[in-house]
């Protein structure tokens, strides 16, 4: 056998301890039958798409599991601790915000860097662990299919497998075409060099663009995009500086802000036929560094923290650490986390013993030993003052202060790429605070400390001027590295991790980033039939190592699963495909998976999937004792053992490739057979529905948010008000002409059911609480104008004037609701105009059922996940172009800078 990195016993080089059980390296035929007896399928589905039944243990109690037949346990104690209360007052939530989100999007793991196929443009496909179970299959409705016997999961498992054949003949197709092609350019070849004279030099011609074969796909593409291939990413040991590679494997990441300034003439770098080749990627580099966070400002005097009761005094640098506890006591799901509590204490000991420690008012030492003991409201309520002031502030006060922030982040807002101005994503360095991570991140609270000069590194041209750091201090070290994309790097103290300055999402770089990518996945498709036939044939191959990388390569391909890395001791547990342990998945007889597991950004990842019978019977395979819980089941597979096997297909083929491709592809197939009409709301909503597919045929799923609920029953109180009005509309034809009643059917006259008199008055009472709002916001706004224009300001008694007409509004309800008849209201009212207004009112109504529709059957799907990361923009523009929908019903203002290259690239007879 040979002695590949494929093959070989991982033990040492994965870092795994000795006392881990190892599969066996062949699998024995007497092994193999003995896994036969409980794999037989009952045919219902077809492999390949989540059925979602709930967690372990939800529902039926008599269901037997595969692994308690195994004797092993079914599940281990949840090591997710509830999250008790820190005691005292709690606080209200607030908005999330960027220091919600990880220092830095790329996990490093342990002796090894992360693999590619971790870049951030994948947004997490899995749940969030929010201590809620996941909803039944039969809890979440998909659209207009949810109404038939049918389940949605056997429907789309039966498109699905349809769009897998279709894969399979096109792939064929595609590789027949270019070889058709090549054999032809071939007999050319000769013939042209029989009539011609040998080359002196004996140099073979290059081809030229337009002498390559064309794809059988792209035949009707109008402007042809040609595929750049991408090199796999190398691997390295440890936590050093990062190399080139790290940088181009960078967070890709869409920056909101304002547009740049135009240039003189665009530069269409997706249609340059002499693109980079992946290693230079600039020649000259200009820019002005980063802008450091302010200084720390000490509190007042008489704002302290408490010890035990008494106000201490601190150094500032501990106060500042103090203070970073103090102004977020209202974000109880950090500050009322034991980890978060925990880890925060002991940074804050660390720095009360580094600076002298504690006194109280008389200057007595004072030993802060008890986390319970401190108190730190009054630097939350001072914060909370200052915060308040800063709301307040009136608007020519807040204007000045916009235009200083604008006039401070100007010098570091672009820089000159080859001479092209260009804008930068992220020049701020990041301010000190406490580290907050997602999910359950073991160092959640730990102290990130302030950034100086001296950690960071410059990127930048030879010959252009270095920027000058602050007075005092002096750079790391300048680097001219013409084959990074990154301006500015350092290293938080954390993780560890490297923190990139970069360009904006609608740069040039990143475009051509995300081009790659797409471009990386449309070449899969010519690949794709020989990859599933291949791994299809090796599940059933004796050499252990061989069936776990093709049980791998199958749930990476049907269940969007991550590759996945080793972790060290001190980093969040999460796991990928390769990673997984023991106790993260679960078989149920005859062929169900469940997977459980936390994934990237410590996000749950839960699903239950119906697999292949021959998966099944790997992974109980895999998990056979002696195996037990921490252990791994791909025990002879390493993410990078699995990347070097898939770029054997194609070069640079990850796991990552095929969510892109499967999205894109899916969605491609899906746009092909969509023949949308009506209004344009009806055409979005074709789209959401053919993204919810994907979505769901992907596995890009969101547990129901919170305020879901709410904000649907807020959405179905503006239809009933629309149908309340409808009537009224309706009540003043009868008052303008009575004898139409005649005329129209007698129910379109009548009151909706469910619009009773109860909630008629309450919605009454809401109407004039909506004009009493709008009416009060007038008046502010109208004085706020005059006072920047230097006049005088209205008086209250006019907004007590522009208050009376809500007491003649509340008479006409109340006359209304004691007559049922409705007076006719506007200048010189008819029947054509009042129809008219129904007309509107009727289209406003079905807009809005639409879009509560969509919401609804969205609920557990994350579209905006498909959409941005995974379906290639340029089928949302033939979309949009095809049925003449407008880009911005998909694309927000950042994403359409950021596919800035995708809607201008492409037209409509466009094909993946």
């Known amino acids: 056998m040979s002695s590949s990195d494929d093959d070989t016993p991982l033990v040492q080089a994965n870092g795994r301890s000795a006392g881990a059980a190892l599969s066996e390296e062949v699998i024995s035929k007497a092994t193999d039958k003995m896994m036969d007896d409980t794999t037989n399928t009952n045919g219902d589905l077809n492999p390949g798409v989540s059925i979602r039944n709930g967690p372990v243990g939800d529902g039926d109690g008599d269901v037997e599991m595969e692994d308690a037949a195994d004797g092993a346990n ?47 443009d994948d947004v997490p496909l899995a749940q969030r662990s929010n201590g809620t179970k996941p909803p039944k299959a039969s809890e979440t409705a998909i659209g207009e299919e949810s109404d038939s016997d049918v389940p949605i999961e056997r429907k789309l498992s039966k498109q699905k497998a349809k769009i897998e054949e279709k894969a399979e003949k096109e ?83 869409p920056e909101g802000g304002e547009e740049g300034e135009e240039e003189e003439e665009e530069y269409r770098w997706w249609e340059d036929p002499t693109k980079r080749d992946g290693t230079i990627k600039w020649t000259t580099l200009e820019h002005n560094g980063v802008l450091f966070p302010p200084p720390y400002e000490p509190l007042p005097q008489h704002v302290k923290m408490k010890y035990d009761g008494i ?100 010098p570091y807002m672009y820089c000159l790429w080859d001479g092209r101005k260009q804008r930068v994503g992220n020049f701020r360095v990041e301010p000190p605070g406490l580290f907050r991570g997602r999910g359950e991140h073991p160092k959640t609270g730990k102290v990130k400390t302030r950034v100086q000069p001296e950690q960071i590194t410059i990127n930048i041209g030879k010959e252009a001027k270095v920027p000058e750091p602050p007075p005092g201090h002096h750079w790391k070290e300048v680097k001219h590295d013409q084959e990074g994309t990154w301006l500015a790097m350092w290293q938080e103290n954390i993780n560890g991790n490297y923190k990139y300055v970069m360009l904006a999402a609608n740069s040039d770089i990143k475009g051509q980033s995300d081009y790659k990518k797409f471009e990386k996945a449309r070449e899969l498709k010519k690949h794709i039939d020989r990859i599933r036939k291949d791994y299809m044939k090796a599940l059933k191959h004796e050499l252990m190592a061989d069936r776990q990388k ?48 936390l994934g990237k950004d410590s996000i749950r990842f839960y699903d239950e999937v119906e697999v292949d019978p021959q998966v099944f019977k790997n992974l109980k395979i895999f998990k056979k004792p002696p195996k037990k819980e921490g252990d791994e089941i791909f025990d002879r597979l390493t993410t990078s053992a699995l990347n070097k096997h898939l770029s054997s297909y194609m070069p640079g083929l990850t796991a990552k490739v095929f969510r892109t491709y499967n999205a894109s592809y899916t969605f491609a197939t899906l746009l092909k057979e969509m023949k949308p009409g009506g209004s344009v709301a009806e055409k979005v909503k074709a789209y959401n529905d053919a993204n919810r597919k994907v979505a769901i045929l992907c596995n890009h799923k969101r547990t129901v948010p919170g305020g879901h609920a709410n904000q649907m029953e807020k959405l179905s109180d503006r239809i009933k008000g629309l149908r309340y009005q409808r009537w009224r509309v309706k009540q ?100 054509e105009k009042l129809e008219n207004n129904i007309l509107k009112l009727e289209q406003r109504i079905e807009n809005m059922e639409l879009q509560a529709e969509d919401k609804e059957n ?55």
């Open 550 to 597: 093709a049980t791998a390569v199958y749930l990476i391909d049907k269940f969007a699963l991550r590759a996945g890395n080793e972790k060290g001791e001190d980093e969040a547990d999460t796991v990928g495909c390769c990673s997984l342990k023991y106790e993260h998945v679960t078989l149920k007889p005859p062929n169900k998976v469940i997977f459980d597991f």
């Open 74 to 120: 079914v599940r281990s104690a949840s090591k997710r601790k509830a999250r008790a209360s820190a005691g005292g007052k709690s606080y209200a939530e607030p908005e999330s915000s960027e220091e919600d989100k990880p220092l830095s999007k790329r996990r490093r793991t342990s002796g090894k860097k992360q693999a590619a196929d971790s870049d951030s």
């Open 171 to 253: 792939a064929k197709a595609i590789r027949k075409a270019e070889a058709t092609a090549a054999a032809k350019k071939t007999t050319g070849n000769k013939s042209a060099a029989n009539g011609k004279k040998k080359q002196a030099n004996g140099i073979k011609k290059e081809e030229s663009d337009e002498e390559k074969p064309v794809k059988a796909v792209a035949k009707k593409t109008a402007k042809s995009v040609k595929s750049e291939p991408a090199t796999p990413a190398k691997k390295g040991k440890g936590k050093a500086e990062p190399t080139k590679e790290d940088v181009k494997e960078e967070t890709e990441e």
């Open 311 to 410: 106000p201490v005094t601190l150094e500032p640098e501990a106060e500042e650490v103090a203070g970073f506890f103090g102004s977020m006591l209202n974000s109880t799901h950090n500050v009322e986390n034991p980890t978060f509590q925990k880890n925060f204490f002991g940074d804050f000991q660390d720095v009360l013993k580094r600076t002298g420690g504690a006194k109280d008012p008389q200057g007595n030492p004072v030993e802060i030993k008890e986390f319970a003991k401190c108190d730190f409201r009054p630097i939350f309520e001072y914060y909370e003052m200052k915060r308040a002031e800063k709301r307040n502030l009136p608007p020519a006060e807040k204007k000045a202060l916009k235009a200083k922030k604008e006039a401070e982040e100007a």
């Open 858 to 912: 969205n609920k557990e799907v994350a579209l905006s996940t498909s959409k941005i990361n995974y379906i290639d923009p340029r089928l949302t523009v033939v979309f949009s172009k095809r049925f003449n929908v407008p880009i911005e019903k998909f694309f927000s203002k950042t994403l359409r800078e950021k596919f800035d290259w995708a809607i201008k690239s492409v037209d409509e007879t466009w094909e993946f």
């Open 732 to 831: 003043m034809m009868l008052s303008l002409d009575p004898d139409i009643k005649k005329k129209k059917d007698a129910k379109y006259f009548e009151l909706d059911e469910d619009l009773d008199q109860e909630w008629i008055k309450e919605h009454q009472k809401f109407l004039i609480e909506e004009q009493r709002q709008k009416i009060t916001k007038k008046f502010e706004k109208d004085n706020e104008k005059l006072a920047a224009e230097g006049k005088e300001q209205l008086k209250p008694e006019v907004l007590e004037e522009r208050l009376e007409v809500l007491k003649e509004m509340e008479k006409k309800f109340q006359k209304e609701n004691k007559t049922g008849k409705v007076e006719p209201e506007g200048k010189n009212p008819t029947i």
